[in-house]
């Protein structure tokens, strides 16, 4: 097995967030649901921000956000994910190097710009109403995907969210097959329930075939893969087919479940949630880089706990306290 060099290598979008808060009326006025994520075209991109407020800008992507987390706790990471050549590209690539995490895949010299997702939060609940435009992300190609990276790399991680476009999952697949190859973890996170809706038949395959070792779903999504309303069916059915489980139930805390052995986790208190945008990722960087450090799964769900709340105290999703120092002082 050739050595790692890499703790977490992670294949997922290249997102752009833009933050604003938003109320109920603004929600009703541009026909979106509280709490849903959507799919939606550069036109349509280009209008909603328009009419937003104030926004904040920042490098988002779910498995960049697992990423940066992780490597604030000292994971040594890279990223794979497409950009455009183009200042919302650039503003990508900077962000990830600035963390410490390479990303060096070329960008893409096309009309189709950098991904966007344009982010309403809202002012009640911290609740995130999220709309999404993929723009060059969905052009990853698999030759994007060199085994040397893939074979040092402890873990792979996959973002369930790249799996709908035709050349990311070739990528994905390719990057799958060299993991396997090379007797390297593979980490899957399904990112939403309409992803497993989606593609419900091809996340179950990879279960069944053993492709995949770490599953990273909230409570919603794991009920939605296991096609049932029965939480603790859902656990046990999805366990028997997954080496690690790791469920999250917001509030209420984190489960991960491992050779039949279940370890726990409450929430972590928080003042007020500001802004919800991220907690999942968070909460997987910490599991990660407790994980790929041999730590036991209560204390990795401990560190994930500890970054999910350190996200949801304020606005984006990226941490703005130092998370390993956070670590030390909750846990250590």
Same mark, same amino acid.
């Given at each position: 097995?050739?050595?790692?060099?890499?703790?977490?290598?992670?294949?997922?979008? *290249?997102?752009?967030?833009?933050?604003?808060?938003?109320? /109920?009326?603004?929600?009703?006025?541009?026909?979106? %649901?509280?709490?849903?994520?959507?799919?939606?075209? !550069?036109?349509?991109?280009?209008?909603?921000?328009?009419?937003? &407020? =104030?926004?904040? %800008?920042?490098? &988002? &992507?779910?498995?960049?956000?697992?990423?940066?987390? *992780?490597?604030?706790?000292?994971?040594?990471?890279?990223?794979?994910?497409?950009?455009?050549?183009?200042?919302?590209?650039?503003?990508?690539?900077?962000? $990830?190097?600035?963390?410490?995490?390479?990303?060096?895949?070329?960008?893409? !010299?096309?009309?189709?710009? @950098?991904?966007?997702?344009?982010?309403?939060?809202? =002012? !009640?609940?911290?609740?995130?109403?999220?709309? @999404?435009?993929?723009?060059?992300?969905?052009?990853?190609?698999?030759?994007?995907?060199?085994?040397?990276?893939?074979?040092?790399?402890?873990?792979?991680?996959?973002?369930?969210?790249?799996?709908?476009?035709?050349?990311?999952?070739?990528?994905?697949?390719?990057?799958?097959?060299? /993991?396997?190859?090379?007797?390297?973890?593979?980490?899957?996170? %399904?990112?939403?329930?309409?992803?497993?809706?989606?593609?419900?038949?091809?996340?179950?395959?990879?279960?069944?075939?053993?492709?995949?070792?770490?599953?990273?779903?909230?409570?919603?999504?794991?009920?939605?893969?296991?096609? @049932?309303?029965?939480?603790?069916?859902?656990?046990?059915?999805?366990?028997?087919?997954?080496?690690?489980?790791?469920?999250?139930?917001?509030?209420?805390? *984190?489960?991960?479940?491992?050779?039949?052995?279940?370890? @726990?986790?409450? *929430? !972590?208190? %928080?003042?007020?949630?500001?802004?919800?945008?991220?907690?999942?990722?968070?909460?997987?960087?910490?599991?990660?880089?407790?994980?790929?450090?041999?730590?036991?799964?209560?204390?990795?769900?401990?560190?994930?706990?500890?970054?999910?709340?350190?996200?949801?105290?304020? $606005?984006?999703?990226?941490?703005?306290?130092?998370?390993?120092?956070?670590?030390?002082?909750?846990?250590?």
């Amino acid at each position: 097995m050739t050595e790692a060099t890499y703790d977490v290598v992670a294949i997922g979008n *290249a997102i752009v967030d833009v933050l604003a808060n938003a109320d /109920a009326a603004f929600l009703a006025r541009e026909g979106l %649901v509280k709490g849903q994520m959507q799919l939606i075209d !550069e036109e349509r991109a280009k209008s909603l921000y328009a009419v937003m &407020g =104030e926004a904040q %800008v920042t490098s &988002g &992507g779910s498995a960049a956000n697992t990423l940066v987390g *992780a490597a604030m706790m000292g994971a040594s990471c890279r990223m794979i994910a497409q950009v455009a050549a183009d200042q919302l590209g650039e503003v990508f690539v900077h962000d $990830m190097h600035v963390q410490g995490i390479e990303c060096p895949v070329p960008p893409r !010299e096309a009309s189709v710009e @950098t991904g966007r997702c344009l982010i309403l939060v809202s =002012e !009640e609940d911290g609740e995130r109403t999220m709309n @999404t435009f993929l723009g060059a992300a969905q052009f990853l190609p698999p030759d994007a995907i060199e085994e040397a990276v893939i074979a040092s790399a402890k873990v792979l991680l996959l973002e369930g969210y790249l799996w709908d476009p035709l050349e990311p999952r070739a990528a994905m697949k390719r990057a799958i097959r060299i /993991a396997r190859d090379h007797g390297r973890k593979v980490a899957l996170g %399904v990112s939403a329930t309409f992803c497993i809706m989606n593609h419900h038949a091809d996340f179950t395959a990879l279960l069944d075939a053993g492709d995949v070792d770490i599953l990273f779903a909230n409570q919603e999504e794991a009920l939605a893969l296991a096609q @049932t309303d029965d939480v603790e069916a859902a656990l046990a059915q999805l366990a028997a087919k997954v080496p690690l489980l790791v469920v999250t139930h917001g509030p209420e805390g *984190a489960v991960a479940i491992e050779g039949g052995e279940r370890a @726990t986790v409450t *929430a !972590e208190p %928080v003042d007020k949630v500001v802004d919800t945008t991220g907690a999942g990722d968070l909460f997987s960087a910490g599991f990660l880089a407790g994980y790929v450090r041999g730590r036991s799964n209560a204390d990795s769900l401990r560190m994930g706990a500890i970054a999910a709340a350190e996200c949801i105290g304020h $606005m984006g999703a990226r941490p703005q306290t130092d998370l390993r120092h956070l670590i030390a002082d909750r846990l250590d």
